[in-house]
């Protein structure tokens, strides 16, 4: 086998580390996103009388409140993407 046929065949064999690498990164930046998008919409949630008039329709909460739950299930969806990833990976070299 040449040095040539081998490289390729390692970086074959390597792309599901690569995979789970940027799967792990991407979980990890909507993590942080997540968490200053919650802290942030605790601090924008309405209070007193103007969280009577969000709950009986006559106002609208801010977006960052409205969309924290969204941003908050991508994180969690990443996270299990990334997580299945990492253990994919490491059946993979363990089968190798």
Same mark, same amino acid.
């Given at each position: 086998?040449? &040095?040539?046929e081998?490289? =390729? &065949?390692d =970086? &074959? &064999? *390597?792309?599901? $580390? *690569?995979i789970?690498?940027?799967?792990e $990164?991407?979980?990890?930046?909507?993590?942080?996103?997540s968490t200053f998008?919650?802290?942030g919409a605790t601090l924008?949630?309405?209070?007193?009388?103007?969280a009577i008039?969000?709950?009986?329709g006559i106002?609208s909460?801010?977006?960052?409140v409205t969309a924290a739950p969204?941003?908050?299930?991508?994180?969690a969806?990443?996270?299990a993407?990334?997580?299945?990833a990492?253990f994919?990976?490491k059946w *993979?070299?363990r089968? $190798?």
């Open positions: 086998m040449t &040095e040539e081998y490289t =390729q &065949e =970086q &074959e &064999e *390597k792309i599901h $580390d *690569k789970a690498k940027h799967a $990164d991407v979980s990890m930046t909507a993590t942080i996103v998008v919650g802290v924008a949630a309405p209070t007193g009388l103007s008039g969000v709950a009986l106002t909460a801010p977006v960052i969204i941003i908050a299930g991508v994180a969806v990443t996270g993407i990334s997580c299945t990492f994919y990976s *993979k070299n089968k $190798d």
